[in-house]
């Protein structure tokens, strides 16, 4: 389900919690592009919400020059050679060990 928050609102809340984190501990930060998959049919309709999120994630990993990962597109790649909804957490598990491990 689409979220209340304006993409603004998700920018300044994800860069408060970067910034809270970065007091507390001395850990790397990987942001993590939200993403949604167009199954159900329904959920087509929630890209007017989601893309402005999507942006403002990909600015903030320019801004924080940090690791970050790309699952909405990691999706949609996948879903042009197979049904989306086959696409799942291996996926994102094999694209998280490559940005963050860099294997």
């Not at 850990?27 to 167009?38: D, G, N, S, T, Y």
Request: proline share 7%.
């Amino acid at each position: 389900m689409p979220s209340t928050a304006s993409a603004e609102a998700f920018r300044d809340g994800y860069r408060a919690l970067r910034a809270r984190t970065r007091e507390r501990l001395d850990a790397a930060i990987v942001i993590c592009e939200p993403f949604v998959l167009p199954v159900p049919a329904d959920r087509e309709a929630w890209r007017a919400d989601l893309d402005p999120k999507i942006a403002a994630a990909r600015a903030l990993a320019r801004e924080f020059k940090g690791v970050y990962g790309p699952f909405d597109g990691v999706f949609a790649a996948a879903s042009t050679t197979v049904d989306p909804a086959d696409a799942g957490h291996a996926l994102m598990a094999e694209e998280w060990i490559r940005r963050v491990c860099g294997e």
